[in-house]
């Protein structure tokens, strides 16, 4: 598994509910590459309850939909938006777990619409939600006039352009 390097950090304004890591009220969530997929680990917190000890299905909708947004940043280097979520809650997930697992991955691509699967874990490896979902993607060269840059590089090839200069 290859740790994703996020490209907006230290960024002036950078305080994505999801991703940003100097979020206070945040998830802060990092992503790593494993093959087809892109990877998430999680603890929850009390603070992301719905009902007593258990994770609030928006905030499980949100990790999915993160995750989501970073297949597209990573597989395809460029940026999209969430057009449908269609998630599936199997298992309730206890605020008191070690540790979540969300994974997932693009299943289709229909022009700029892409279809992505995710799923979370919870510390036993049970499935306990599904998400399908479609996103529509911004073509590369826009993202670059919005961004700046388009897509992002694991710590792997961070380490290997260095060595080359």
């Not at 603070?47 to 990573?74: K, N, S």
């Not at 979540?100 to 490896?125: C, P, Q, V």
Request: net charge negative.
């Amino acid at each position: 598994m290859k740790k994703i390097i996020n490209p907006w950090e230290g960024l002036d304004g950078y305080m994505c509910f999801g991703c940003a890591p100097n979020n206070p009220l945040g998830l802060h969530m990092e992503f790593f590459e494993d093959g087809d997929d892109i990877v998430a680990f999680w603890k929850p917190q009390g603070t992301y309850q719905g009902w007593l000890r258990t994770l609030h299905g928006g905030i499980q909708t949100t990790l999915m939909d993160e995750l989501a947004g970073w297949v597209v940043l990573r597989k395809l280097q460029t940026s999209g938006v969430t057009s449908r979520l269609d998630a599936k809650f199997m298992k309730s997930i206890s605020t008191d777990e070690p540790q979540l697992m969300i994974r997932g991955r693009m299943i289709d691509r229909k022009r700029n619409a892409i279809f992505i699967e995710t799923e979370i874990y919870n510390s036993a490896n049970e499935l306990c939600t599904r998400a399908e979902m479609v996103y529509f993607i911004t073509p590369q060269e826009r993202a670059m006039e919005e961004f700046g840059f388009c897509g992002c590089k694991t710590e792997d090839e961070i380490s290997i352009n260095k060595k080359k200069s």
